[in-house]
């Protein structure tokens, strides 16, 4: 055997038969897709996830969060060794799938490259005499695909997810180590080949939400009779009806009166028409009478009650796994409510105070590191530290505000701990910015500890956590 299993790769299943499997399961709520890719919530792998968390816990599970992922889309992980840290590889092999790889073959030769198969002894490429190796080709591709892979998850809500959050520590150690095998030149070459077959594998799943540019349209090539059964068919978008327009039709054309049709108050000596009174002016509207506090209140605790009400309900009937679809449909409760810009959930490290980004819901926020609004550090902190809540507001009463609130024009911000079993597991966060909505009322902080309970009831649920 040379530098991989040649008879595994060809004995694998075909990406298609795997997406298929996975469809079903994903309508069961054990999987999301995007942009083709299937992910796992992987709530079952313990409470330790890795980006931005201030340590270097990890679990020797790493190694089957890799695995996972890649077998579940198809990739082979042929070789995988962690170092002894368990935060670095020592050596990685990934196989991309026989298909994808004659996707690529076929692009190549239409460019006038040759393909050499070395799998039983390795070669290095020639690139002056335009000949490209089946291991420089394998190793790119998987390097480009985990490239893929960070950019969607980093670029989607798939980086709150426990196996995308883990895979955004490995994927960049992946692809170094493949970057010490292929030099980039090779993978330049091999990039529009590989881009096409990306579209053509994954591309039928869809890219929702993604803003990249999609592979460009290729002419139908001819069947490789190397080729293996079961590609996937590109997927035409079938014709949309057309919707009905929300425009009433215009009035049908109304052949002109004649004079004698045209009633005329008789008068001897005019032919003008007489003049009509104008309708008196309708009565002025009254103007709406300002609500006073008492009533403010009693809105904003029926608002409050209501949302509280929905939350439960949306929580009858749901899966765990789908525990930050679950947690980001409750914090849509909150914004009208809190009248806030944006909400989130930070949840808790057991056995420290480091914090991490569960689920979001409005206006992109950021802990630590990355693109968004930076979260008020200090009244997340402060909170759960006096494990209570904990508002800050600037404009009138700035007097409170933090130095981060006034430099990210931050008008209010609230932080209140979730406990289960008298342990603080989670952080709600909830931030009002340039809207002009001033501080956070005592009633409005009574109904921020409220609208906690279905967090803390069914932590299971939300927040991938077992009372």
């Not at 999987?31 to 968390?53: H, K, N, S």
């Not at 997810?161 to 960049?172: A, D, M, V």
Request: glycine share 6%.
């Amino acid at each position: 055997m040379g530098w991989f299993d040649k008879r595994s790769w060809r004995l694998r299943r075909k990406i298609k038969d795997l997406q298929t499997d996975l469809r079903t399961a994903e309508a069961e709520g054990k999987f999301i897709v995007q942009d083709g890719l299937f992910f796992a919530e992987l709530q079952d792998m313990g409470e330790v996830t890795m980006m931005a968390f201030g340590t270097n816990l990890l679990a020797a599970e790493e190694e089957n969060v890799i695995r996972g992922f890649f077998d579940r889309n198809g990739f082979i992980v042929d070789t995988l060794k962690l170092d002894k840290t368990y935060t670095g590889l020592a050596e990685v092999e990934i196989i991309p799938a026989e298909e994808m790889i004659r996707s690529v073959a076929r692009e190549l030769k239409s460019e006038g490259y040759k393909l050499v198969d070395d799998s039983d002894k390795e070669l290095a490429p020639n690139l002056t005499a335009k000949i490209l190796t089946l291991s420089a080709v394998m190793r790119a591709m998987t390097l480009m695909f985990s490239e893929r892979v960070q950019h969607t998850i980093s670029t989607t809500n798939v980086k709150m997810n426990k196996e995308g959050n883990r895979l955004l520590h490995w994927l960049p150690k992946i692809v170094e180590a493949l970057e010490n095998k292929v030099d980039r030149f090779t993978t330049e070459i091999i990039r529009p080949g590989f881009e096409a077959a990306f579209e053509e594998f994954y591309g039928t799943l869809g890219k929702s939400g993604s803003k990249g540019k999609a592979a460009p349209a290729r002419a139908p090539r001819a069947a490789d009779p190397d080729e293996p059964l079961g590609m996937i068919p590109p997927v035409e978008a079938a014709p949309r009806p057309s919707a009905p327009s929300s425009f009433p039709p215009p009035p049908t054309a109304q052949p002109p009166k004649s004079i004698d049709d045209t009633p005329t108050a008789p008068h001897p000596s005019m032919n003008v028409p007489p003049r009509v009174a104008p309708p008196p002016p309708p009565p002025a509207a009254a103007a709406p009478r300002k609500a006073s506090g008492i009533e403010s209140n009693a809105l904003l605790a029926r608002d409050a009650a209501e949302a509280k009400a929905r939350m439960y309900r949306a929580l009858v009937g749901a899966n765990a796994s789908r525990c930050l679809k679950n947690s980001e449909a409750l914090l849509n409760e909150i914004i009208p409510v809190m009248r806030a810009s944006a909400v989130c959930i930070l949840t808790k490290m057991p056995g420290g105070d480091s914090l991490a980004m569960h689920v979001q819901a409005g206006d992109k926020l950021t802990w630590g590191d990355g693109e968004g609004m930076p979260i008020s550090t200090t009244v997340v902190m402060d909170a759960l530290r006096r494990r209570t809540i904990v508002t800050h507001a600037s404009g009138p009463a700035g007097q409170e505000a933090t130095g981060s609130m006034i430099m990210n024009r931050i008008d209010a911000a609230a932080a209140v701990p979730i406990q289960a079993d008298g342990e603080v597991i989670a952080i709600l966060y909830i931030d009002r910015r340039d809207q002009g909505n001033g501080l956070f009322t005592d009633a409005e902080t009574s109904m921020i500890e409220n609208l906690i309970k279905p967090f803390e009831d069914f932590p299971d649920l939300t927040l991938a956590t077992r009372r």
